[in-house]
C-alpha cells in the first residue's frame, strides 16, 4: 500500500503551494480539499459570520475513502482531526510568522476579522495542537514556511521522503 500525506497549517502558511510542487516534482496527486469541499458541496451551508462553509466531515472522509486506500496522495487542509489516523503516513504542520501571515491573509481579500482569527490561530499553535492530538508523534514534521527559499526546502525533504517510502 502507498503512503499519503496531509499537509496542514493556518491558512496562508503555504499549504496549496507547497503541495502543487510536490505533486508535480513526485508523480503524486495533489488533493486540494477546500476546493473538493466547494466543488462536490461536501458542506452543510455556509457560516456567514466566519465567511466559510460548514464541513461535512462525514461526507468528506465518505468521498476520499477509495482514493485514501489507493495511497500516493498529498491532502492540503488546514485542519487534521477528523480524518483516519490509518490515512496518512506523514503530517506536516507547515508554520508561518505573523509579520509574513498577516499580509499574506490580507491579500485574499479576508475580513480583518477573519484575518486576525487566523493569525491568532497560528500564534496559539491550534493546527500543531490537532495534529499532536490526532497522530503519532514520529508521523509529524514541523516547518517554517515564511520565505521562498524555506518552502523550496520543505518541497525537497518531502520529495525525499517520498522516495524513500513509496512502495509503487
Same mark, same amino acid.
Given at each position: 500500500?502507498?503512503?499519503? *500525506?496531509? !499537509?496542514?497549517?493556518?491558512?496562508?502558511?503555504?499549504?496549496? @503551494? @507547497?503541495?502543487?510542487?510536490?505533486a508535480k516534482l513526485s508523480g503524486? &496527486? /495533489? *488533493?486540494?480539499?477546500?476546493?473538493?469541499?466547494?466543488?462536490?458541496?461536501?458542506?452543510?451551508?455556509?457560516?456567514? +459570520?466566519?465567511?466559510?462553509?460548514?464541513?461535512?466531515?462525514? &461526507?468528506?472522509?465518505?468521498?476520499?475513502?477509495?482514493?485514501?486506500?489507493?495511497?500516493? %496522495? #498529498?491532502?492540503? =487542509? /488546514?485542519?487534521?482531526? =477528523? =480524518?483516519?489516523?490509518?490515512? =496518512?503516513?506523514? !503530517? #506536516?504542520?507547515?508554520?508561518?510568522?505573523?509579520?509574513?501571515?498577516?499580509?499574506?491573509?490580507?491579500?485574499?481579500?479576508?475580513?480583518?476579522?477573519?484575518? +486576525?482569527?487566523?493569525?491568532?490561530?497560528? *500564534?496559539?499553535? #491550534?493546527?500543531?495542537?490537532? $495534529?499532536? +492530538?490526532?497522530?503519532?508523534?514520529?508521523?509529524?514534521?514541523?516547518? +517554517?514556511? %515564511?520565505?521562498?527559499?524555506?518552502?523550496?526546502?520543505? !518541497?525537497?525533504?518531502i520529495c525525499d521522503w517520498i $522516495? &524513500?517510502?513509496?512502495? &509503487?
Amino acid at each position: 500500500k502507498r503512503p499519503n *500525506i496531509l !499537509v496542514t497549517g493556518t491558512p496562508g502558511t503555504g499549504k496549496t @503551494t @507547497t503541495c502543487e510542487m510536490i505533486a508535480k516534482l513526485s508523480g503524486w &496527486k /495533489h *488533493i486540494n480539499l477546500s476546493q473538493m469541499i466547494k466543488d462536490k458541496s461536501l458542506h452543510s451551508g455556509r457560516n456567514e +459570520e466566519w465567511d466559510c462553509m460548514i464541513l461535512d466531515e462525514d &461526507k468528506v472522509c465518505d468521498a476520499l475513502e477509495d482514493t485514501m486506500v489507493e495511497g500516493g %496522495n #498529498v491532502v492540503d =487542509f /488546514h485542519t487534521c482531526d =477528523f =480524518f483516519p489516523e490509518r490515512w =496518512f503516513h506523514l !503530517v #506536516v504542520v507547515l508554520r508561518a510568522s505573523n509579520d509574513i501571515l498577516y499580509p499574506r491573509l490580507q491579500k485574499r481579500n479576508y475580513s480583518t476579522k477573519k484575518v +486576525e482569527e487566523n493569525v491568532e490561530a497560528e *500564534i496559539m499553535q #491550534v493546527v500543531m495542537d490537532e $495534529a499532536k +492530538e490526532s497522530y503519532k508523534s514520529e508521523c509529524i514534521v514541523v516547518l +517554517e514556511s %515564511n520565505t521562498v527559499e524555506q518552502m523550496e526546502s520543505n !518541497v525537497k525533504k518531502i520529495c525525499d521522503w517520498i $522516495a &524513500k517510502n513509496d512502495k &509503487k
